[in-house]
Nanobody, 119 residues
Framework: QVQLVESGGGLVQPGGSLRLSCVVSGSIFSIHNMAWYRQAPGKQRELVATIVPDGSTNYVDSVKGRFTIARDNAKNTMFLQMNSLKPEDTAVYYC?????????????WGQGTQVTVSS
Protein backbone atom coordinates (compact mmCIF):
# COMPACT_ATOMS: atom_id res chain seq x y z
CA GLN A 1 0.00 0.00 0.00
CA VAL A 2 1.30 3.44 -0.98
CA GLN A 3 0.16 6.71 0.58
CA LEU A 4 0.77 10.33 -0.36
CA VAL A 5 0.26 12.91 2.38
CA GLU A 6 0.37 16.65 1.71
CA SER A 7 0.96 19.38 4.27
CA GLY A 8 1.74 23.08 4.40
CA GLY A 9 -1.46 24.66 3.15
CA GLY A 10 -3.18 27.54 4.86
CA LEU A 11 -4.36 31.12 4.63
CA VAL A 12 -1.93 33.72 3.31
CA GLN A 13 -2.21 37.31 2.15
CA PRO A 14 -1.61 38.25 -1.48
CA GLY A 15 2.10 38.50 -2.13
CA GLY A 16 2.88 35.98 0.59
CA SER A 17 4.52 32.56 0.44
CA LEU A 18 3.73 28.98 1.36
CA ARG A 19 5.67 25.74 1.06
CA LEU A 20 3.78 22.54 0.42
CA SER A 21 5.21 19.11 1.14
CA CYS A 22 4.17 15.66 -0.07
CA VAL A 23 5.53 12.55 1.61
CA VAL A 24 5.25 9.19 -0.14
CA SER A 25 5.18 6.19 2.18
CA GLY A 26 4.46 2.49 2.07
CA SER A 27 5.81 -0.36 0.01
CA ILE A 28 7.94 1.61 -2.44
CA PHE A 29 10.43 0.26 -4.93
CA SER A 30 10.84 3.46 -6.90
CA ILE A 31 9.11 6.79 -7.48
CA HIS A 32 8.92 8.09 -11.02
CA ASN A 33 7.33 11.31 -12.23
CA MET A 34 5.71 13.48 -9.55
CA ALA A 35 3.41 16.43 -9.91
CA TRP A 36 1.31 19.04 -8.15
CA TYR A 37 -2.25 19.68 -9.30
CA ARG A 38 -4.81 22.16 -8.00
CA GLN A 39 -8.55 22.50 -8.14
CA ALA A 40 -10.36 25.75 -7.48
CA PRO A 41 -14.08 25.84 -6.62
CA GLY A 42 -16.18 25.26 -9.71
CA LYS A 43 -13.17 24.54 -11.90
CA GLN A 44 -11.48 21.47 -13.28
CA ARG A 45 -8.35 20.10 -11.67
CA GLU A 46 -5.29 21.54 -13.43
CA LEU A 47 -1.66 20.51 -13.61
CA VAL A 48 0.57 23.04 -11.86
CA ALA A 49 4.07 21.56 -12.03
CA THR A 50 5.87 18.32 -12.74
CA ILE A 51 9.25 16.90 -11.76
CA VAL A 52 10.97 13.76 -13.01
CA PRO A 53 13.54 11.68 -11.10
CA ASP A 54 16.52 13.53 -12.55
CA GLY A 55 15.07 16.84 -11.34
CA SER A 56 13.83 18.28 -14.63
CA THR A 57 10.76 20.42 -14.13
CA ASN A 58 7.84 21.95 -16.00
CA TYR A 59 5.28 24.55 -14.94
CA VAL A 60 1.96 25.88 -16.11
CA ASP A 61 2.43 29.39 -17.47
CA SER A 62 0.41 31.04 -14.69
CA VAL A 63 2.92 30.02 -11.99
CA LYS A 64 6.23 30.31 -13.86
CA GLY A 65 8.68 32.48 -11.97
CA ARG A 66 6.63 32.27 -8.76
CA PHE A 67 6.43 28.54 -7.90
CA THR A 68 9.29 26.06 -7.58
CA ILE A 69 8.84 22.30 -7.51
CA ALA A 70 11.53 20.12 -5.96
CA ARG A 71 12.01 16.59 -4.66
CA ASP A 72 14.20 14.83 -2.14
CA ASN A 73 14.55 11.30 -3.50
CA ALA A 74 16.26 10.05 -0.34
CA LYS A 75 13.24 11.07 1.73
CA ASN A 76 10.54 10.25 -0.83
CA THR A 77 9.31 13.81 -0.52
CA MET A 78 8.21 16.47 -2.98
CA PHE A 79 7.87 20.18 -2.34
CA LEU A 80 6.16 23.18 -3.89
CA GLN A 81 7.54 26.57 -2.90
CA MET A 82 4.91 29.17 -3.74
CA ASN A 83 5.93 32.85 -3.73
CA SER A 84 4.13 36.04 -4.73
CA LEU A 85 0.83 34.30 -4.20
CA LYS A 86 -2.29 35.71 -5.84
CA PRO A 87 -5.98 35.27 -5.00
CA GLU A 88 -6.34 33.19 -8.16
CA ASP A 89 -3.93 30.65 -6.67
CA THR A 90 -6.62 29.74 -4.14
CA ALA A 91 -7.40 26.04 -4.54
CA VAL A 92 -7.01 22.60 -3.07
CA TYR A 93 -3.54 21.41 -4.01
CA TYR A 94 -2.96 17.71 -4.67
CA CYS A 95 0.25 15.76 -5.08
CA UNK A 96 0.46 12.97 -7.59
CA UNK A 97 3.07 10.32 -8.19
CA UNK A 98 3.79 7.25 -10.28
CA UNK A 99 5.14 4.62 -7.90
CA UNK A 100 6.45 1.13 -8.49
CA UNK A 101 5.84 -1.31 -5.65
CA UNK A 102 5.86 -5.10 -5.68
CA UNK A 103 6.61 -5.11 -9.46
CA UNK A 104 3.51 -3.02 -10.17
CA UNK A 105 3.48 0.60 -11.31
CA UNK A 106 0.47 2.67 -10.30
CA UNK A 107 -0.61 6.30 -10.07
CA UNK A 108 -1.42 7.70 -6.65
CA TRP A 109 -3.03 10.89 -5.30
CA GLY A 110 -2.81 12.63 -1.97
CA GLN A 111 -5.86 13.84 -0.08
CA GLY A 112 -5.24 17.51 -0.87
CA THR A 113 -4.33 20.59 1.14
CA GLN A 114 -6.23 23.87 1.02
CA VAL A 115 -4.42 27.05 -0.01
CA THR A 116 -6.35 30.28 0.41
CA VAL A 117 -4.91 33.62 -0.72
CA SER A 118 -6.93 36.49 0.66
CA SER A 119 -6.55 39.78 2.45
Amino acid sequence: QVQLVESGGGLVQPGGSLRLSCVVSGSIFSIHNMAWYRQAPGKQRELVATIVPDGSTNYVDSVKGRFTIARDNAKNTMFLQMNSLKPEDTAVYYCNAWVTSAEERNNYWGQGTQVTVSS
